[in-house]
């Protein structure tokens, strides 16, 4: 048999080779600049590091992007993730968040990240939101009260074109890997309460895939977009474009909220209008005492039941507590002043101690409105109603070692 390993192929196969050659070639260029493959949708049970379990949990919540139609493009907002127990922005919060921009842009053309505003919504474009709250096991849905080692995070795909839920996936994350301090606005807003806004935002979270999202959550959105721009606006320093924001959300559906009220106050205050700052503060008030639960972040010294010292911290009180005194006095009620702690500590030294600071604030209540000598009562529950529990007695869990204020009718 001849020898044809030296001899040049023939034409036609050389043709072929230098065919596939090219080919070859232009596969190879086309994968060098192809996005990365997407990250699996599969969310495993165990508990992961924030990281990884946000990849996880924004690639199974934008698996129902089906909205949008084949090579075209959709526009996607996001309304700031909260935690459960408080409804405020945190670390943790603000990481899923950046996280999950970054993989819109980077493995999602079909979609537009544009900023959560009045005007974009306007677009009716697809929203995502979500929450973070503390568990009792990897894989479980109990919340826990108390200091932990797992979060379950969750998200919410919604059309606003539809009303329409599209996806709603869940993950459980590595409590050392979750930053759980408050955002500025929220660390530094005086009062709390049950609030319709979050609760509606929570509503939604909880949706399943296919059912309409909450008719209160979507009624208030303006107000949500506005509140949220305002957020960041304070948090930039710029108090004259947060002052005007806050206002712009009070005049929208649903900005009657706690968010709303507080950023009124802070504005107001910051920017050094005192009587504009104690008029924003009363309808906080009143928004509470409404709510029969007003909860205020009063900062005692660590151990006792004297304020701090630090006057940027302590100077707005007495006005705070004057407010409180009128308004309950208006009201012609009579007032529960309930001390907390946080649950580091003995329970029964938490309870002397929430007892004694519930008990300062009450006297100087009736010092501001004499009446309610007769009209209020004290009370410390301790460290058995927590709302963070986390037991690290700063900031993080400052709503922990609140006094809440509960009007109730005065017995004849």
């Known amino acids: 048999m001849p020898d044809m390993s030296c001899k040049p192929p023939a034409p036609r196969i050389r043709n072929l080779m230098q065919a596939l050659g090219l080919g070859a070639l232009l596969l190879l260029g086309a994968c060098a600049t192809q996005a990365p493959p997407p990250v699996t949708a599969t969310i495993p049970k165990e508990a992961l590091p924030l990281e990884d379990a946000v990849m996880r949990l924004a690639e199974a919540t934008l698996a129902g992007d ?73 894989g479980s849905l109990t919340n826990s009260t108390g200091p932990g080692d797992t979060y379950r995070i969750w998200a919410v795909l919604g059309d606003l074109g539809t009303g329409m839920i599209l996806s709603h996936p869940t993950a459980w994350v590595r409590a050392e890997t979750v930053d759980t301090a408050p955002s500025p606005f929220f660390r530094d807003s005086p009062a709390w ?33 506005a509140v949220a721009e305002g957020i960041g606006a304070y948090e930039r320093g710029d108090l004259p474009t947060a002052l005007t924001l806050y206002r712009q959300a009070d005049g929208e559906p649903g900005g009657q909220q706690a968010r709303v009220l507080n950023g009124l106050y802070l504005a107001s205050w910051g920017l050094g209008q005192r009587d504009a700052a104690r008029d924003a503060f009363g309808r906080v008030v009143e928004y509470g005492l409404m709510r029969n639960r007003l909860a205020l972040k009063l900062l005692f010294r660590p151990g006792g039941t004297g304020f701090v010292r630090d006057p940027g911290v302590s100077a707005p009180y007495p006005m705070w507590l004057q407010e409180i005194a009128s ?59 927590p709302i963070i529990g986390l037991g690290t007695d700063d900031m993080r869990d400052a709503l922990d070692r609140r006094v809440e204020f509960a009007p109730n009718r005065c017995q004849a």
């Open 193 to 225: 309460t049950d609030d319709e806004a979050q609760a509606a935002y929570l509503r939604t979270c909880a949706g399943a895939p296919g059912t309409p999202m909450d008719p209160a959550y979507l009624r208030g959105l303006r107000a949500q977009a």
């Open 66 to 138: 089906k909205a949008v139609p084949p090579g075209g493009r959709r526009a996607l907002v996001i309304d700031p993730l909260i935690d459960r127990a408080s409804g405020a922005e945190t670390g943790a919060t603000r990481a899923m968040v950046a996280r999950i921009e970054t993989l819109v842009r980077e493995r999602h053309p079909e979609l537009e990240l544009k900023p959560f505003t009045t005007a974009t919504l306007d677009e009716k474009p697809l929203i995502l939101l979500g929450a973070i709250t503390g568990v009792t096991a990897a």
């Open 327 to 385: 308004h309950t006095v208006q009201r012609e009620a009579c007032l529960r002043v309930v001390g907390h702690a946080s649950v580091t500590g003995a329970p029964a030294a938490n309870d002397r101690l929430s007892l004694a600071r519930a008990q300062t604030v009450r006297r100087i209540l009736v010092i501001n409105a004499p009446p309610l000598q007769s009209r209020s009562e004290a009370i410390g529950r301790g460290s058995r109603e």
